[in-house]
């Protein structure tokens, strides 16, 4: 978010700032203890490889997650068995 | 109880692509457009590795949301069709 008062108070900027300097001087990007002005024209690739490879990593888990569970529902009911054993 | 106990493996497996899972995979994807233009950056063509993200991780948790819901609604099945059998007097087909 670009707000700069730590979200507790008025909207409105001192009274020596311009109501345009948010745009002319960029967003930020806040934690609780230190405020750093953003960079969007360089990506940080680090945490783009990661959050690809997470992403492929959770796909691959899903779909393999999801053909054990249909051979495991064709393991358990191939024979029609009743049985509550193994269910 | 576990989240999904391993009986809930005898039921048939929900396609990959359920409504779940599509649905919560846009509402992520949503969410990183969101993002995008709440930090005044454009908004589909930036942050591609965030989008896939969200919307990666609201599949997964979409397709696990709904097996649970199926394996509830089949344990509720369940027990409705057992309690029927167990009191047929209650359940006659009307006649006459």
Redesign the interface.
Same mark, same amino acid.
Request: hydrophobic share 50%.
């Given at each position: *978010? @670009?707000r700069r008062d730590g979200g507790t108070g008025p909207s409105q900027e001192g009274c020596s700032r311009s109501a345009l300097d948010g745009w002319e001087m960029g967003?930020f990007t806040r934690s609780a203890f230190v405020v750093k002005k *953003?960079n !969007?024209a360089q990506p940080n690739w680090l =945490? &783009?490889g990661l959050? +690809?490879s997470? @992403?492929a990593a /959770?796909?691959a +888990? /899903?779909?393999k997650q999801?053909n054990e569970? &249909?051979m495991?529902?064709e393991r =358990? !009911?191939k024979r029609g068995h009743k049985c509550t054993g193994? @269910? | 109880m576990a989240f999904l106990p391993d009986e809930s493996r005898s039921l048939p497996p929900p396609p990959l692509l359920n409504k779940g899972s599509v649905w919560l995979g846009f509402v992520g994807w949503l969410s990183a457009l969101l993002d995008n233009a709440y930090n005044h950056r454009p908004v589909f063509r930036s942050g591609v590795h965030r989008q896939v993200l969200f919307a990666t991780l609201g599949c997964f948790v979409g397709y696990q949301l709904v097996k649970r819901a199926e394996y509830m609604h089949a344990k509720v099945d369940r027990e409705l069709f057992e309690y029927v059998r167990h009191h047929p007097v209650d359940f006659q087909a009307k006649t006459g």
């Open positions: *978010m @670009s967003a *953003m !969007n =945490r &783009v959050a +690809f997470t @992403s /959770l796909w +888990f /899903l779909i999801h569970d &249909v495991e529902y =358990r !009911n193994c @269910s | -």
